[in-house]
C-alpha cells in the first residue's frame, strides 16, 4: 500500500482483483486504494496493466498470493468479452462476488447463465450485473481518476437468482465509490441506455462527421453549441463498435423516431414559406424544449430554470480563479457555468448560471469591479 495515499472509511474489505484496467477499471482501482483496500489488476494487454499499476491503481496479479481469494472480483472488460471474463472468474474464484462494470447488462448474464447450465462451478448466485453512469471522451487508465463515480449514478442490475450477500458487495463498491445506487432490471437499464446514452454518442458523432470537409474559414466560427453537441464525438470507436453492437436492439427504435422528426423536418424546410410550415418548426423546437425540461437539474430534482450572464475575461492564468471568488464573496451561489474562448483574440468568456433573483445585482456587483459582463 502506497503510504502517501490518503485512506478513506470503507465497506468492503479487500482484496479486490479487478480485470481490465481501462478508465473504469483503473478509475476504480483508485479509489479503493484511496480508501485503503488491497487491490489488484489484470489485463489481457501487458503495457495497459502496467500503466494502471504506475498510477497507483493497485498493484499486479503476478505478486499476489498464491492463496489470493478476492472479496469481490471487478470486470471491466468491453462487452464482447465481458461475458466469458465473468464466467471464468465465477470458476476461478469460487468465494467470490463477481460484478461487471460494461454498459449493456443482459447479454453479459445470458453468457453466465448458458456457461451455468453445464458447469457448477458457475455459480450465477454470486454474480450480479452493474454499471457506474460515469465515464470521459478519453479512455484508459492515463485517463483515470479516483473521482470518477463521485455523485453519479451507479446502476444495480439483480437477477431472479443473485445472492443477497452479491448484491451488499456489490452495493459496498458503489457506495465506497461515492456513487449513487440505483436499481433496474437488466432489460430495462438496456433499453434506458440506448436512449440517454448510446443514442447521444451516436447523434455527436453523426453531427461530427458532417465537419470532416468544411473549410477551416467556416469552422472558425464555430460557437460553444456546436463544442458542446460534438464534445462526445472524440469517443473511443473501437469500443463504441462493440457496445452499439451489443444493444442494437434497443438503439433502434429511438433511431427511427429521430429519423421521422429529421424526415417531418425536411418535408417542411422544402416549402418553408407554405401554409403552416412555420408552425410545425416551431412545434419541433417546442418538443424540443419540453424533453429538455425533463432532464433532472442540480442534486437529482427537477430541472430549474436558472439565469445566464457571461463574463468576459483576459485569457491568462488566475483570472478565472479571480472571478470565481469576487462571486464567492458577493455570497452568490454559482449554479453552473461554461467556458469558451473568442476566435482570434486573447478573450475567454465564463458564462455563469445563478438563480433568476440573484442576475441583476450579480451584474451591477461585478461591473462595478470592473468586470465585462454581457447579460
Not at 121 to 150: C, K
Not at 184 to 203: G, I, R
Not at 291 to 296: E, F, K, L, S, V
Not at 301 to 324: E, M, N, R, S, Y
Request: charged letters at 20%; aromatic letters at 2%.
Amino acid at each position: 500500500m502506497n503510504p502517501t495515499l490518503l485512506k478513506k472509511s470503507a465497506h468492503l474489505h479487500g482484496p479486490v482483483l479487478i480485470i481490465g484496467t481501462g478508465l473504469l477499471g483503473a478509475s476504480i482501482g483508485l479509489g479503493l486504494r484511496q480508501r485503503g483496500i488491497d487491490v489488484y489488476l489484470s489485463d489481457a494487454s501487458p503495457s495497459a496493466e502496467a500503466v494502471a499499476t504506475d498510477i497507483a491503481a493497485g498493484s499486479p496479479l503476478a505478486d499476489a498470493p498464491a492463496d489470493l481469494a478476492p472479496e469481490l472480483v471487478v470486470i471491466g472488460a468491453p462487452p464482447d468479452v465481458c461475458g466469458s471474463l465473468v464466467v471464468e472468474a465465477l470458476r476461478t474464484y469460487p468465494r467470490a462476488v463477481v460484478t461487471d462494470v460494461a454498459s449493456v447488462k443482459t447479454a453479459v448474464l445470458d453468457d453466465v447463465r448458458a456457461a451455468a447450465v453445464d458447469d457448477d462451478a458457475v455459480d450465477v448466485r454470486r454474480y450480479l450485473g452493474s454499471h457506474p453512469m460515469a465515464g470521459r471522451e478519453r479512455s484508459g487508465a492515463v485517463a483515470a481518476r479516483a473521482e470518477l463515480f463521485t455523485s453519479a449514478p451507479w446502476v444495480l442490475c439483480p437477477h431472479d437468482d443473485v445472492d443477497p450477500h452479491a448484491y451488499r458487495t456489490v452495493t459496498s463498491l458503489a457506495v465506497d465509490l461515492g456513487g449513487v445506487v440505483t436499481t433496474m432490471e437488466p432489460a430495462a437499464h438496456d433499453e434506458a441506455v440506448a436512449l440517454v446514452s448510446h443514442l447521444p454518442q451516436v447523434v455527436s458523432s453523426l453531427l461530427a462527421s458532417r465537419l470532416q470537409d468544411t473549410p477551416a474559414a467556416s469552422l472558425s466560427l464555430a460557437g460553444q453549441g456546436l463544442r458542446d453537441v460534438t464534445r462526445i464525438a472524440a469517443s473511443d470507436p473501437g469500443l463504441w463498435v462493440q457496445i452499439l453492437g451489443a444493444n442494437a436492439r434497443h438503439l433502434v427504435e429511438p433511431l427511427e423516431g429521430m429519423r421521422a422528426d429529421i424526415d417531418r423536418l425536411l418535408h417542411t424546410l422544402r416549402a418553408p414559406t407554405a401554409p403552416g410550415a412555420r408552425l410545425d418548426m416551431a412545434q419541433l423546437i417546442a418538443e424540443g424544449n419540453a424533453g429538455q425540461a425533463r432532464i433532472p437539474g442540480k442534486h437529482g430534482g427537477p430541472a430549474q430554470q436558472f439565469a445566464w450572464l457571461t463574463v468576459l475575461v483576459d485569457d491568462k492564468p488566475g483570472q478565472i480563479a479571480l472571478l470565481l471568488t469576487e462571486i464567492g464573496s458577493l455570497d452568490v451561489n454559482l449554479e453552473d457555468m461554461r467556458l469558451g474562448h473568442s476566435a482570434g483574440l486573447p478573450v475567454g468568456m465564463v458564462e455563469i448560471a445563478v438563480l433568476p433573483s440573484k442576475k441583476q445585482s450579480l451584474v451591477d456587483d461585478l461591473t462595478g469591479r470592473g468586470w465585462k459582463v454581457v447579460a
